[in-house]
């Protein structure tokens, strides 16, 4: 799991964690809300005709301190709630007058109307209500680390799964040669291949059908090249015929065999690109220092044996 | 989710809200003879001296004789004081002579006063002159009265003042008020120009002694009140005692000038000062 993904994966849970539990608690608040508004009316109905109200008709000033007394009475009763009163009058109040966390309820009794003004509190991200987020941020981390760890798991059986028949297997690369479309490849990657012309490709299978059954053999630029090697490469060269890729009498491999070496040396290079320990076995050895012609110098493939080469369309 | 979902409907708080009794109206407490199911009913318009007083009666070795508790109720609004004069439940009222009398209750009930408050004086009162009793002088003026009808200074003596001079009060701009403090309020704010109250000493601070009119002499003091249907004066002695102590404890001057009416001595109660000076 990539890092971006990671970060992903825990802001989608976390995100969707909170905006359920914060509709949940809209969703509780403003129902408890309602209930209580009625609690809160039923016990200031009840107490109403013990509450000195001022009354139009009876030119009654009513008495504000007992009223304000009464509703801080009540208010003690309220703190858990979100709601409070405050204010309780038998006049008419405009909505004007009102705060935005203010509403007002009517009592209708015989003697007129009797206001309750309420205020709410709709503060959804309380001290307990963080904690809450908090909690889910703990548990967005840990579920996305455990998703991680099943991922990883999962793509680490897989690869297992993908390792394994090779490694039960070994199966070490393999040079292909096909005669009837002139290519070399090897086994990993059978798409990659490179074509050579008759004679290198010839030469090549000759060297390599020489040196598996001579693997002491020097082979030198001075000398000439061994008749048997020139006897295989004919071989092939009339194999070739066979299939039909010529009709031009055979070369001669003692000519430019430097050019023809050097043919099936950029061949091997780009077949083997990736694999470059590979060319330890399969390609004829360069003169390093010592120049091409120096006696010391041999192009014969020493390691062939440990190779695996194998030959379509013999 | 359906966790987080669970989360918030939990956390929210939508427990039944429980009042207890909001408006209280009375105290009771019992006397150390708990097994006596006799009540001593005490009435009077302060929650304070309802409390102190039932304390103090519920304490005395008197009362403890015959009641096993006391009750005392404060009246929360005017019509209160009236239902408990008028149908005599009280055992011990203060009450004002005037409402005692609208009753009959002294001859009904054979309520006796105990203990008296000095008598006293109407006033109108203004903050920027002497007001002057006539017709002209309070047709353009703001008026402050007590909403409550009970009241003499206040309310009943001001408006037989305007009745006097020939004025159709639905002429006036009155202002009710709840309480003479609230009347005094109302002057010193300027939203009245006159107000109809009794004088007290520190009155001084916030208005002129100059500026006041009397409107009528000696108002018969508030008065406390024992329901005598027996002869028990060993209670009405008990009872004027502790009247007596505690108006010395009152803040205000008015309410520490008490007149006992009985002479206890020797185990015997003699009525001392006749009802003569209404």
Known sequence: ?314 | MVFAWMCGQLIVNDDELVFPILIETSTVCSTSATANDNELIVFTPSKNIATELSQKLCDDSVVAKQYGSVIGYWGYKTSDSLEFVGKGIADLILAKNNIMTAFKAESTYNYMPVVGFSDYTAFFISSKEKPIISKSYFLDKKIGLLDYPTSRSGHILPKQVFKDLAINIANLNITYASSHNELRDLLANGKVDIIASFWKESDKDRFSKNYITPLSNNITGTRWYLKMQQNNTDLLCSVQNHLMNMSKGQALHYYQNVTAFWLCENNTAVFKVGENNE
């Open chain 1, 1 to 314: 799991m990539s890092r971006r993904k990671f970060l992903l994966t825990f802001s989608c849970i976390f995100l969707i964690l909170s905006f359920v539990f914060y509709i949940s608690v809209v969703n509780k608040t403003e129902r408890a809300t309602k209930q209580q508004k009625a609690q809160i009316e039923k016990q200031i109905a009840l107490d109403l005709t013990l509450l000195d109200l001022p009354n139009e008709l009876y030119k009654h000033a009513g008495n504000k301190e007992a009223v304000v007394a009464y509703i801080d009475s009540l208010n003690s009763y309220l703190k858990t709630s979100n709601l409070k009163v405050d204010n309780i009058t038998s006049g008419l109040i405009s909505e004007n007058e009102l705060k935005k966390t203010q509403f007002t309820s009517r009592l209708a009794t015989s003697e007129g109307p009797v206001i309750i003004v309420f205020s709410i509190n709709e503060h959804y991200f309380t001290p307990k209500n963080k904690m809450f987020f908090l909690f889910f941020l703990l548990i967005s981390l840990f579920v996305t680390v455990w998703l991680k760890v099943v991922e990883s798991k999962k793509s680490s059986v897989n690869l297992n799964k993908s390792i394994n028949p090779v490694a039960s297997t070994p199966m070490p690369l393999a040079l292909i040669i096909d005669l009837r479309n002139k290519t070399l490849s090897h086994s990993y990657d059978k798409e990659q291949s490179v074509q050579l012309a008759n004679k290198p490709l010839c030469f090549y299978l000759a060297l390599v059908e020489y040196c598996s059954a001579n693997s002491e053999v020097t082979l030198n630029h001075n000398k000439n090249v061994p008749d048997e090697l020139i006897e295989l490469a004919n071989k092939y060269f009339y194999r070739l015929t066979e299939l039909g890729h010529t009709i031009r009498k055979r070369p001669n491999f003692n000519n430019s065999l430097e050019k023809t070496l050097s043919e099936i040396r950029a061949g091997l290079d780009e077949v083997l690109n990736e694999y470059p320990e590979e060319k330890e076995i399969y390609y004829p050895p360069k003169a390093y220092g010592e120049g091409s012609r120096s006696r010391l110098h041999s192009y014969g493939l020493i390691n062939i044996a440990k190779g695996n080469i194998e030959i379509i369309g013999k």
